[in-house]
Nanobody, 131 residues
């Protein structure tokens, strides 16, 4: 059974950068198989917001408007790990960040940001952006 474990969260100043990681176990990431992985975030009292999505076969990336131009989602198949590089962080980026996956399917379009598309989730890692 596939599992995902996030790491790398922490506190960073406004304008700073941070990269969070998500180690995948129980499933081998490959570039020639259809898969979807994503980063969501959530603040207390609100639903999970899709931030970035990466698919393989076909290779595509999707970013929410708030993340476009600042965040970069990528995966390292040799390390079986998903990453989210975050630059120019703002106070409203403060949230619990979750990685998610749907193996065997390449999600597409606006539906890629629906949390219901994903059936494997990590436990979350907290990112706090402060002044």
């Amino acid at each position: 059974q596939a599992q995902m474990v996030e790491s790398g969260g922490g506190e960073v100043q406004i304008g700073g950068s941070l990269t969070v990681s998500c180690a995948v176990s129980g499933y081998a990431l490959r570039g020639d198989s259809a898969n979807s992985m994503a980063w969501f975030r959530q603040i207390p009292g609100k639903g999970r917001e899709g931030v970035a999505v990466i698919t393989t076969d076909p290779d595509r990336r999707y970013y929410a408007g708030s993340a476009s131009g600042r965040f970069n989602i990528f995966q390292d198949n040799a390390k079986n790990t998903l990453y989210l590089q975050m630059n120019d962080l703002r106070s409203d980026d403060t949230a619990m960040y979750y990685c998610a996956a749907r193996f065997g399917v390449a999600v597409a379009g606006s539906g890629a940001f629906f949390s219901s598309q994903y059936n494997v989730w990590g436990q979350g890692t907290q990112v706090t952006v402060s002044s």
